[in-house]
């Protein structure tokens, strides 16, 4: 799992780590300053022993970059944006599979459902679901009920 923070504050991380080593602090000490295992404090003074200052240079992210281009992830908001029935489907409920479904239609590229997942929190999106109501439902006599019905048969303090 990678660590939290951005690849220069990682670099800072392990900056003061390999400066506090080389005070003279002991490893489970320097570990604890920093906030990392003391494996992590042994592996970061091995490497850099070996690498010297390339050590400390901030890496991207590991993993594959994302295969759309800005330009493909704006259309595929506006593709989104129409509704899953326009896009083909029988009801207006997205999902991941369907998602990667219009990105392979669309531009060829196939996406796993949770490399969508990432994809859509990219673009700022969030998972939502539909409110499970019934269609048979009357909010005219709901709102009734709970005006007039309710405060009637609800316990009172001075009922209980």
């Not at 009357?138 to 005006?147: H, V």
Request: net charge positive; with cysteine; proline share 6%.
């Amino acid at each position: 799992m990678r660590p939290i923070g951005t690849p220069d504050q990682l670099s800072d991380r392990r900056r003061k780590a390999i400066a506090l080593l080389q005070q003279g602090h002991r490893v489970n000490e320097t570990a604890r300053l920093v906030g990392v295992t003391p494996g992590a404090i042994t592996q970061w003074r091995v490497a850099y022993e070996q690498q010297g200052e390339a050590f400390f240079e901030a890496h991207s992210p590991p993993g594959r970059a994302c295969c759309l281009s800005e330009k493909q992830i704006d259309q595929l908001k506006k593709w989104l944006l129409k509704g899953a029935r326009q896009n083909g489907y029988p009801t207006e409920l997205w999902t991941l599979r369907r998602i990667a479904e219009v990105i392979q239609k669309h531009f060829g590229i196939t996406y796993d459902p949770s490399s969508v997942w990432h994809l859509l929190q990219r673009m700022g999106w969030s998972c939502q679901k539909p409110e499970k109501r019934a269609r048979e439902r009357d909010e005219e006599a709901i709102a009734g009920w709970r005006q007039m019905d309710w405060p009637r048969i609800k316990k009172s303090p001075q009922n209980a």
